[in-house]
């Protein structure tokens, strides 16, 4: 087939972009592609498109805080968060303290990993 067609369709992606185009749209390509590295070569594509999506992902979140401490959001809609939340927001007073304030993915893996460690010694 010629190379140059629209409908032609590579056995390798190009780049990351395009194999996570690939999982999105064509998901027959991704397995052609599959059949097609050995055991080695698909745990190392698996590791290096686990990487960038979780890249990907921290970086939505902490845009989402930016936005979030930009805006000032919890200041027009205090009463849908906790209480606690809502006074340390209040006493939170430039931008940079409302970004880090906003930040509350640490203490939520803090607590998940102290609930896993529990559970994990208990059995």
Do not use: C
């Not at 097609?36 to 999506?53: D, G, M």
């Not at 209040?90 to 998940?112: N, R, T, V």
């Amino acid at each position: 087939m010629d190379t140059h067609s629209p409908y032609y369709k590579p056995e390798k992606p190009k780049h990351s972009w395009q194999l996570l185009q690939w999982v999105i749209y064509e998901p027959w390509l991704v397995s052609r592609y599959e059949d097609s590295l050995t055991k080695k070569e698909q745990i190392f594509a698996f590791l290096k498109a686990y990487v960038r999506f979780s890249l990907i992902m921290v970086g939505v979140f902490l845009l989402g805080n930016l936005l979030l401490a930009a805006t000032d959001l919890p200041t027009f809609i205090l009463s849908e968060y906790e209480s606690d939340f809502q006074t340390g927001w209040l006493l939170q007073l430039s931008f940079a303290d409302k970004y880090l304030y906003s930040d509350w993915l640490e203490d939520w893996l803090s607590d998940w990993l102290e609930d896993w460690l529990e559970d994990w010694l208990e059995d």
